[in-house]
């Protein structure tokens, strides 16, 4: 077969072809927030309530317990400081706060301390916007830096809205 012709295929080819492996959480998402160092437990444990009683259960009225004032914001639609993550959560994604579930359900891939920084790993499934249809999943992820046992700064994989 030509240069060409190999070519011509590639295109021709739809990208479902290129098998992918999803991206599945973990059975007990709660133990990944533990660790036998007591100050990387303590950083996991301010994770594990970030995403467990603000992301997951949206209750941002205790913000204040796991990040600091000053809160850094790397993500591009949300301003710095706690008042600021405060508003894009609750004015801006209109998130409404429900009960707090005794273990997270939220499916959990990775979660991986060191020294002040932890990141949560996540499966993101990405869906047809007409049809929402799964098409493949991949991972989003979020990393906090712990300050005094607040989360001080924060990054994310968010593109601007």
């Known amino acids: 077969m030509t240069v060409l012709g190999l070519s ?7 990208a479902a072809s290129y098998a992918q492996e999803p991206v599945v959480g973990v059975a007990n998402p709660d ?4 660790s036998s160092d ?5 950083n996991k444990q301010v994770a594990y309530h970030i995403v467990k009683d603000l992301l ?3 209750h ?3 913000a204040d317990k796991y990040l600091s004032r000053r809160y850094i914001q790397h993500n591009p639609n949300a301003a710095s400081g706690l008042d600021g993550v405060i508003k894009y959560f609750v004015e801006v994604r209109k998130v409404q706060p429900k009960p707090i579930p005794e273990k997270m359900t939220k499916p959990i891939v990775a979660v991986i301390a060191e ?3 932890v990141t949560v790993m996540y ?3 990405v869906r047809d916007k007409t049809t929402n249809q799964l098409l493949y999943t991949t991972t989003w992820f979020d990393t906090w830096r712990i300050v005094d046992g607040k989360a001080d700064e924060h990054w994310d994989s968010a593109l601007k809205n």
Not at 38 to 42: C, G, S, Y
């Open 56 to 58: 997951e259960a949206g």
């Open 31 to 34: 133990a990944l927030f533990t």
């Open 60 to 62: 941002w009225e205790q």
């Open 115 to 117: 020294g002040d920084l």
């Open 38 to 42: 007591p100050r990387l437990h303590a």
């Open 123 to 125: 499966p993101l499934p």
């Open 8 to 14: 011509t295929m590639s295109v021709l080819l739809p």
